[in-house]
């Protein structure tokens, strides 16, 4: 969960736009929003996948989508970056963590060492590679190969 510190979001709240109360339903509080919206450029998940102490996804969806349309957000990290502190966050390969599917461990049961390629670029796919390697370069069927490797059928 993301939580700002007051410190922090007496940083952030004067770059929000006032919440508007003419008529209807009042707004949502924007504190939860940008916790909801750093949570989700944190972790890279989906939108759906916001937990829901953040509130609904869609609620958080669509002001996202508002303030990015209209520039609110270019203008907050705009403001934020020029009032930056010695606070930073470098991610390196160091403290990412990968599946092991990831980094090539081996698999239960396969071969190692396997072969990339099966077949040279140069070598005739397999329904023609007794002809192929007998020096006729041309296109030859399956019947041609059987025949010029000397295997004859009966009539």
């Known amino acids: 969960m993301v939580r700002l510190t007051d410190a922090q979001w007496r940083r952030v709240e004067p ?4 919440a508007f109360s003419g008529g ?17 450029l944190r972790t890279g998940a989906p939108w759906r996948d916001l937990p829901s102490a953040y509130g609904p996804w869609m609620s958080v969806y669509t002001r996202f ?4 349309q209209s520039g609110v957000l270019a203008r907050l990290f705009e403001a ?12 390196d390969a160091t403290i990412v963590r990968a ?6 461990a081996a698999k239960k049961g396969a071969p190692r060492n396997r072969a990339l390629a099966r077949r040279s670029v140069d070598e005739a796919p397999r329904c023609c590679r007794r002809a192929w ?6 296109a ?14 009966a009539q």
Do not use: C, F, N
């Not at 934020?80 to 991610?91: C, H, I, K, M, Q």
């Not at 390697?133 to 041309?138: A, D, H, I, L, Q």
């Not at 069927?141 to 059928?153: K, L, Q, S």
């Open 15 to 18: 770059l929000l736009p006032r």
């Open 24 to 40: 209807g339903r009042p707004p949502k509080p924007h504190r939860p929003m940008v916790e909801a919206m750093l949570w989700i």
């Open 65 to 68: 989508s508002r303030w990015s």
């Open 80 to 91: 934020l970056a020029r009032d930056r502190d010695s606070e930073g966050y470098l991610v």
């Open 99 to 104: 599946h092991q599917d990831a980094a090539g």
């Open 133 to 138: 390697e007998s020096g006729s370069r041309r």
């Open 140 to 153: 030859v069927t399956g019947a041609d190969a059987r025949d010029e490797a000397g295997v004859h059928t």
